[in-house]
């Protein structure tokens, strides 16, 4: 398979988790931004938006070869709307980045870095890779979050235990 075959198929990975990451983004209410279940875990606001951005990881990734922790810019979500607005804008720009790779971009080196130290270097094809599959990691994370919460956990795969014609 060359890049643009392989940009095709990313673009359409992305697009299949597109559904159940919006509908978990859109249960997380901002009075629950800042909670987290343990003292070494990540708030939920900042797990949310983590969904919210990976797509942007994706664009970055490609277009300008590098992300650089120290620099890489955050939103500041308020509310529920703008992590799933974010989102959509971010999976719109990294949808059309991957249908419009060209051949021998993904062979090309990624750095991921941190005040310009480098902390790692691949392939961005590994590193698209590995990034929708961070992108289902975190959306996981979240979902158990919304459980501990009491907020009804969507289906992402097949049912979950909220869905009303679910029975275990």
């Not at 988790?17 to 987290?36: D, H, V, Y």
């Not at 708030?43 to 992300?67: C, D, F, N, Q, R």
Request: with cysteine.
């Amino acid at each position: 398979m060359n890049d643009v075959m392989f940009g095709r198929e990313f673009a359409k990975e992305l697009e299949a988790e597109s559904p159940a990451s919006i509908k978990c983004l859109e249960r997380i209410p901002p009075p629950l931004f800042g909670w987290k279940p343990h003292e070494k875990s990540m708030e939920m606001g900042y797990l949310a938006l983590l969904v919210a951005e990976i797509p942007l990881w994706i664009t970055h990734i490609i277009k300008y070869s590098e992300i650089d922790f120290a620099t890489f810019q955050h939103i500041k979500p308020k509310t529920t709307q703008d992590l799933v607005d974010h989102f959509k804008k971010n999976m719109v720009e990294a949808k059309e980045t991957l249908l419009t790779i060209k051949e021998g971009e993904l062979a090309e080196t990624f750095y991921l870095k941190m005040n310009g130290l480098e902390l790692l270097s691949s392939p961005k094809k590994t590193q698209v890779e590995s990034t929708i599959n961070h992108l289902v990691h975190h959306r996981g994370q979240l979902t158990v979050y919304m459980r501990l919460n009491d907020i009804a956990v969507p289906s992402i795969y097949g049912p979950s235990a909220d869905d009303k014609n679910f029975k275990s």
